[in-house]
C-alpha cells in the first residue's frame, strides 16, 4: 500500500494566478498520476509523472497549463497556470500498487478542491 | 480503445437491503484487471474490490461481490447488508496487465438510507 500527503486540500484563487500543489508519497514509486475531477464527474488523468524524465500529457492537457515537476521517487508538484473558473476542480494525486505483485491498484491522496473566482 | 460504461448515475437503496452497481467495458485486451473504487463525500478514493480477468471465481470482499462475466464485458458491485458508510461514489475501473493508464467509468452516486 501506500501513503499519500496532498497539499494544500482546498484554495481558492483568483482568476489569472497560479497555484502549486504538492504530492507526498511515503514509498518510492516509478510512476506518479495527475488527475482532474470536475465536480459531480468521473476522473480524467491530466499526466504521467516519471522521475527523471518529463512527464507525458493526455490528450487536451498542455505543459504550459499544467506544469508537473518529478524531482525524486517521492515528491511531484502539479502547477495550474493561468486559472479560469473553468480549472474549479478536484485535483487527485495517485500512484499505482507498490512492491512486488503489482496488479495494478492505485493509491490516492485526499485531493486539492481549487475553487477560482 | 479501452472503455467503460456505468449506466446508473444515481440509486438508492434501504440500509441493510442489497443494491447491484453495473458496469460494462469494452477492450480488444485478454489480460486485464478490472476495479471497484469508492469515494465516500470525504473525497479519497479507495479499493473496494479487485478482479483478474484470467480468474474464473468472482471477486468477493466481505459484503462486497462482483459479477464478472467475461464473454459479455460486464462487471458488477454487489453491495450485500449495505450500510450508511457505503454512500459515496462507486467508480468501475480497467488497466490491461502491463499497461499504466487506468480507464475509469462515469461513477454511480449511492445513497443508502436509514
Known amino acids: 500500500s501506500a501513503v499519500i500527503s496532498q497539499k494544500p486540500s482546498r484554495d481558492i484563487c483568483q482568476r489569472g494566478t497560479s497555484l502549486t500543489i504538492q504530492c507526498q508519497v511515503d514509498s518510492q514509486v516509478t510512476m506518479m498520476f495527475w488527475y482532474r475531477q470536475q465536480p459531480g464527474q468521473s476522473l480524467t488523468l491530466i499526466a504521467t509523472?516519471?522521475?527523471?524524465?518529463?512527464?507525458?500529457?493526455e490528450s487536451g492537457f498542455v505543459i504550459d497549463k499544467f506544469p508537473i515537476s518529478r524531482p525524486n521517487l517521492t515528491f511531484s508538484t502539479l502547477t495550474v497556470s493561468n486559472m479560469s473558473p473553468e480549472d474549479s476542480s478536484i485535483y487527485l494525486c495517485?500512484?499505482?500498487?507498490?512492491?512486488?505483485?503489482?496488479?495494478?491498484?492505485?493509491?490516492f491522496g485526499e485531493g486539492s478542491r481549487l475553487t477560482v473566482l | 480503445a479501452q472503455t467503460v460504461t456505468q449506466s446508473q448515475p444515481e440509486m438508492s437503496v434501504q440500509e441493510a437491503e442489497t443494491v447491484t452497481l453495473s458496469c460494462t467495458y469494452d477492450t480488444s485486451e485478454s489480460n486485464y484487471y478490472l476495479f471497484w473504487y469508492k469515494q465516500p463525500p470525504s473525497r479519497q478514493m479507495i479499493l473496494v474490490i479487485r478482479?483478474?480477468?484470467?480468474?474464473?471465481q468472482n471477486a468477493t470482499e466481505n459484503r462486497f461481490s462482483v459479477n464478472f462475466q467475461k464473454a459479455a464485458k460486464s462487471f458488477s458491485l454487489k453491495i450485500s447488508d449495505s450500510q450508511l458508510g457505503d454512500t459515496a461514489m462507486y467508480f468501475c475501473a480497467f488497466i490491461y496487465t502491463g499497461g499504466f493508464k487506468t480507464i475509469f467509468g462515469a461513477g454511480t452516486r449511492l445513497f443508502v438510507k436509514a
Open positions: 478482479q483478474e480477468a484470467y480468474k474464473q
Open positions: 509523472a516519471n522521475q527523471g524524465s518529463e512527464a507525458t500529457y
Open positions: 495517485s500512484v499505482a500498487g507498490v512492491g512486488t505483485g503489482n496488479t495494478g491498484e492505485l493509491f
